[in-house]
């Protein structure tokens, strides 16, 4: 491998270590401030430039139209300074998350508290986690849960189904 590639690898296998250990000893995110906004998207250029300045898309998918996203205070005052359109949903989304994280953290405790901690369905899984998860369930009863396969996502990910049977 050539020593240009292996100092990029070393310095991306770095960046990804520190943002495993910052990740693992992290406070929760700051919202505050941060806005929900509906922003206008006429073209191909549009779009590709949300994506540059990294803006955080909720939506599904890019297409033209209209897109909803997260932004940050500096970078709503970047969209006002280029003239992008937008319509403010939630100026300040801080206040919400908040009180989400609060109202989770009492229904994770009480969950807990139920089943002894585990998989539940109240928090987000990963994808796998949730497969896994699945799969465990039809392996400790073959007799009564059969794995489906039921097509593709949007993404290519598989769309499981678990068939229980009396």
Request: hydrophobic content about 40%.
């Amino acid at each position: 491998m050539p020593r240009s590639c292996q100092a990029i690898h070393a310095r991306v296998g770095a960046l990804l270590l520190s943002l495993v250990v910052a990740s693992a000893s992290a406070e929760p995110v700051s919202y505050q401030g941060h806005s929900l906004l509906r922003i206008d998207v006429g073209s191909q250029a549009d779009i590709e430039r949300l994506s540059v300045d990294r803006i955080d898309i909720w939506s599904h998918g890019l297409r033209a139209g209209s897109v909803d996203a997260r932004v940050t205070p500096e970078q709503r005052a970047a969209l006002a300074e280029r003239g992008v359109a937008f319509l403010v949903l939630t100026e300040n989304l801080g206040p919400q998350v908040e009180a989400e994280r609060a109202r989770l953290s009492g229904v994770r405790r009480q969950v807990a508290g139920q089943r002894g901690g585990g998989f539940n369905y109240v928090e987000f899984f990963p994808y796998e986690t949730m497969i896994d998860y699945l799969n465990e369930l039809a392996a400790a009863h073959p007799d009564l849960a059969e794995m489906h396969d039921f097509g593709s996502t949007i993404e290519g990910r598989t769309v499981w189904g678990i068939r229980l049977t009396g």
